[in-house]
């Protein structure tokens, strides 16, 4: 198993995104993508998502533990994909108070339920197609880009 792929610069990158995709599929090989707002890197290793809300991740979480979560920065159009096998924590198992604490602070009013573990033995860039095409384009760039296309601005001191 490859060891420490979640490095510090990668782990700000994924902590700063607001929103991740969970790929899974049942033991038919049927894939389902769900959004998830609560995450966070626990380790070199393992990222960590609250269950809030997700029978068919449960499900197939259940059936098929190889998992794929994706984040994605939309205004500098780049991010990371990881790969590797999940495990439900249930209230019932020893160390779900010490990996659901920090998801629980984030979740507020909303209960988590169970914790997915992802413990990452693929990491791989995700890359808009003008990061190779335009190498010379810098983050300001994209982001101009990206406020333009979705009609926002920054935050004041943001």
């Given at each position: 198993?490859?060891?420490?792929?979640?490095?510090?610069?990668?782990?700000?990158?994924?902590?700063?995104?607001?929103?991740?995709?969970?790929?899974?599929?049942?033991?038919?090989?049927?894939?389902?993508?769900?959004?998830?707002?609560?995450?966070?890197?626990?380790?070199?290793?393992?990222?960590?998502?609250?269950?809030?809300?997700?029978?068919?991740?449960?499900?197939?979480?259940?059936?098929?533990?190889?998992?794929?979560?994706?984040?994605?920065?939309?205004?500098?159009?780049?991010?990371?994909?990881?790969?590797?096998?999940?495990?439900?924590?249930s209230?019932?198992?020893?160390?779900?108070?010490?990996?659901?604490?920090p998801?629980?602070?984030?979740?507020?009013?909303?209960?988590?339920?169970?914790?997915?573990?992802?413990t990452?033995?693929?990491?791989?860039?995700?890359?808009?197609?003008?990061?190779?095409?335009?190498?010379?384009?810098?983050?300001?760039?994209?982001?101009?880009?990206a406020?333009?296309?979705?009609?926002?601005?920054?935050?004041?001191?943001?």
């Amino acid at each position: 198993m490859t060891v420490g792929l979640l490095t510090p610069e990668v782990a700000a990158e994924i902590d700063s995104a607001v929103l991740c995709w969970m790929a899974t599929s049942d033991d038919a090989g049927r894939p389902s993508v769900s959004p998830k707002e609560m995450f966070l890197v626990y380790d070199a290793e393992r990222l960590l998502i609250a269950e809030i809300a997700s029978p068919r991740s449960m499900r197939n979480v259940r059936q098929n533990a190889q998992v794929c979560v994706s984040v994605l920065d939309i205004f500098l159009q780049r991010g990371h994909k990881m790969e590797g096998t999940c495990r439900i924590v249930s209230p019932e198992d020893a160390d779900f108070e010490e990996l659901s604490a920090p998801l629980q602070e984030m979740a507020g009013s909303f209960e988590v339920r169970h914790v997915f573990e992802l413990t990452v033995t693929r990491l791989t860039p995700i890359l808009a197609p003008s990061y190779v095409k335009h190498p010379e384009r810098t983050e300001a760039y994209f982001r101009e880009n990206a406020y333009q296309a979705y009609g926002v601005r920054p935050v004041d001191g943001q």
